[in-house]
């Protein structure tokens, strides 16, 4: 019901807007269209699993913290930077929590500070590098990766699951979606469920399209990636908003972090490998340009769930190797970059030809 | 008294000219790590004579590790350090290049059986493949970055994440091994030479790019295109073909790395082979001085890096640190580096300098 209700709205905009569509909304229509083509033709062809609502909200209680993360990412890619450091954050943020809890007896509370507080320092310190001392994002990031990677293991080499009893009450509590559920193999009606991590990672989704819409510093994100020099001259404080992209983007990866420890309950060195990449992925497919000063909160979080939805079918497709995943990102990563690019010449083509 | 002013003034000049010099940084940091292993421990100088497992005489050592496998990092440092001038980003895909092209030597040697006793295939034609395989990859990536105009980390991002499933899909995911033992010659040793082949191996290709950058114009045109593309092409040059080649010259450098990788241990793990070694290349390209923005290059430095990297590598394994835990040492260097080498931050450190000693720039001006 929901999905078709949303085509609809979708294909009546594409109409109306067709003549004068700016980059995000076209870009954030083609991603919205192939999710719901990828998924309905998923219900149509591989049918059981895919009909079941129980499918949907599986695909967003394994990908919370990728919806978390690849938001910040979003952020940071819409002022024109890069992050690959988040990966290497949620998996050193949940090997911090898990040896807290488990060796030193933590409360869960403080577990989460800890989590916030190791984004925010990441944050922080990539910032104030890309920002104030102007050196390339991508170097100091990828720096911030090797050295969360290595700490990971610096904490602890071996992985392990946590056995707190809190922590593993809250990692338990699920909540009940009202209205969606199936009948399962016994007869009886199963409500459909989500994790905490999916409401805070839907909270995180509504709160930044919020602030990157209607707020001074939202509209500054795209200022300073779209043209830096120009947003200085606007008066808007460029450096400032920089620091201030990689901040969130650091911030969120350490909320990422512990939601991804919720979900998986254990601390490893291995955890969240390639998440960097897949929250890239992520937001090029929900149309944020790499370039700067294009992207949209609500793209990414389809370019999320188009991307699991990929993963998902590749899985069920009876191709459930682990190598099969990696290339299908990579190939669906491709097209999209190269839709980018052939979106960005046409129209710098057509303000070309506007001109003369 | 005047000439002892002069001599002076000869010598702090002579020092700063030194180190104005490009390669001044890596030799610095080599003679920093030398001395650091000195103080700490002198048998890290030691090199013994002896007799491997095969009867072959052998030199080892830390000094022969450093050489022996530093050499794919080497390899790897011509090509990025002509990707990094040309284009201004680098190439994040070259470990996972180097499992594909590892891959495609393994296939072509082993045809369908994964554990031939006999090779199927000269040793020369299987290279000769995962060169053309390797070259295409990197003509994948250079197209991506000069026609589709896309940021070369994140075009590379694409083989990064799909080469290694690629590399396992070739050889369907099994583990040749191969037992001839003239295949572990260019990993290892040639039967009467003491010194590790790889060695060799890497001073043939940097003979070979120093003959290329002496006698034809790629080192010209590529810092031209590095420097300012627009003016590059008003004089003639075509820009994007020339970040095409440079991309595809990387591919060649990444299959010599990829002979010498799967030689070492006559197989292949897939999600192991030369891991992390795009963040040492990139690094050596740093540590060599060369500006990660693209433009001036200095090929001599960057090789000089990737042996300080390696330095660094081995003193870091000599003190038992962990493979896994290396990465968060080696990244705080990269910051460090990095800082120091940010304009704004030398424009700083310049401004302090003069501050402290204005009794000296006083006289230097006089």
Redesign the interface.
């Known amino acids: 019901m929901a999905s078709s209700n949303k085509t609809s709205k979708t294909g009546g905009g594409l109409g109306g807007k067709m003549k004068n569509i700016t980059d995000t909304n076209l870009l954030l229509t083609i991603t919205i269209v192939v999710f719901f083509a990828m998924y309905i033709g998923a219900m149509v062809f591989q049918g059981k699993g895919f009909l079941k609502p129980q499918t949907f909200f599986n695909i967003l209680n394994a990908q919370a913290a990728l919806i978390i993360t690849a938001c910040g990412m979003s952020l940071v890619m819409i002022t024109g930077s ?1 992050d690959i450091s988040v990966g290497g954050v949620v998996a050193l943020v949940s090997m911090c929590c898990a040896v807290y809890l488990d060796f030193h007896n933590g409360n869960v509370f403080m577990a989460v500070l800890i989590s916030l507080l190791i984004g925010l320092a990441f944050g922080v310190v990539q910032g104030f ?1 890309v920002a ?5 994002p ?3 990031s ?6 969360a ?3 990971t ?2 904490v602890n ?1 071996n992985p392990f699951n946590v056995q707190n009893e809190a922590f593993v009450a809250l990692k338990e509590t699920r909540v009940i979606v009202p209205g969606f559920g199936s009948v399962n193999k016994l007869g009886k009606y199963v409500n459909a469920y989500v994790e905490i991590g999916v409401i805070i990672a839907i909270l995180v989704v509504i709160l930044l399209f919020f602030v990157l819409r209607w707020t001074k510093l939202g509209r500054g994100f795209y200022a300073v990636g779209g043209n830096s020099q120009s947003a200085l001259m606007l008066g808007i404080n460029v450096k400032k908003t920089k620091f201030l992209a990689h901040l969130i983007c650091g911030l969120l990866a350490g909320v990422g972090g512990f939601v991804y420890f919720m979900h998986v309950g254990s601390g490893s ?1 291995s955890h969240a490998s ?1 998440m960097e ?1 897949n929250a ?2 992520s937001s ?1 497919i929900g149309g944020t340009m ?2 700067g000063g294009v992207g949209n909160i609500i793209g990414t979080f389809f370019g999320v769930l188009s991307l699991s939805t990929i993963q998902n079918i590749v899985s069920s497709a009876g191709l459930d ?7 299908t ?3 669906m ?2 097209l999209f ?2 839709i980018q ?2 979106v ?2 046409r129209k710098k083509r057509a303000l070309s030809t506007k001109a003369e | 008294m005047k000439s002892i002013e002069t001599n002076k003034s000869n010598v702090s000049g002579f020092f700063s000219r030194l180190v104005r010099r490009q390669i001044f940084i890596p030799i610095a940091a080599l003679l920093l790590l030398a001395v650091f292993n000195l103080v700490t421990d002198p048998s890290f100088y030691k090199i013994t004579f002896g007799y491997n497992s095969a009867g072959n005489p052998v030199l080892s050592g830390y000094l022969m590790t450093i050489l022996d496998s530093g050499s794919e990092l080497a390899i790897l440092a011509i090509g990025m350090t002509l990707v990094t001038a040309a284009t201004g980003g680098q190439d994040i895909s070259v470990g996972a290049a180097i499992a594909i092209s590892g891959s495609v030597i393994l296939r072509v040697l082993c045809g369908t059986n994964s554990r031939p006793e006999t090779l199927q295939a000269p040793i020369i034609v299987a290279f000769l493949v995962a060169c053309i395989v390797a070259m295409l990859f990197g003509a994948f990536n250079g197209v991506l970055v000069a026609y589709f105009r896309i940021q070369p980390m994140v075009a590379t991002l694409i083989l990064f994440t799909a080469g290694r499933p690629i590399a396992a899909w070739i050889n369907n995911n099994e583990l040749p091994i191969i037992n001839e033992p003239s295949f572990g010659y260019f990993g290892g040793f040639i039967p009467g030479i003491p010194v590790p082949t790889p060695f060799f191996i890497a001073v043939a290709c940097m003979i070979i790019i120093a003959l290329v950058l002496r006698f034809t114009n790629l080192g010209l045109y590529t810092q031209a295109v590095g420097i300012n593309e627009s003016s590059s092409r008003l004089n003639g040059l075509n820009p994007a073909f020339i970040k095409f080649l440079t991309f595809v010259i990387l591919g060649l450098c990444v299959a010599v790395a990829g002979l010498i990788k799967v030689s070492r241990f006559s197989t292949i793990n897939y999600s192991v082979i030369a891991k992390d070694i795009e963040m040492d290349a990139i690094l050596a390209v740093a540590l060599g001085g060369n500006a990660l923005s693209g433009g001036k290059f200095n090929m001599a430095a960057s090789i000089l890096g990737a042996y300080v990297i390696q330095f660094l590598t081995t003193t870091l394994y000599k003190f038992n640190v962990q493979s896994d835990a290396l990465p968060a040492y080696k990244a705080i260097v990269v910051i460090v580096l990095v800082v120091l080498s940010a304009p704004i931050v030398r424009e700083w450190l310049s401004g302090v300098w003069k501050k402290i000693r204005p009794e000296g720039h006083g006289k230097e001006v006089a």
Do not use: K, P
């Not at chain 1, 104030?132 to 390339?136: F, S």
């Not at chain 1, 990828?142 to 050295?147: N, P, Q, S, T, Y």
């Open positions: 890069i590098l104030y001392l102007d050196i390339q991508f170097i100091v990828l720096a911030g990766m090797f050295f990677r290595g700490m293991t610096i080499t060195a390639g990449m890239i992925a090029i790499l370039t190797d682990a190598w099969w995943t990696g290339i990102i990579a190939a990563l491709c970059l190269v690019s052939v960005m010449a």
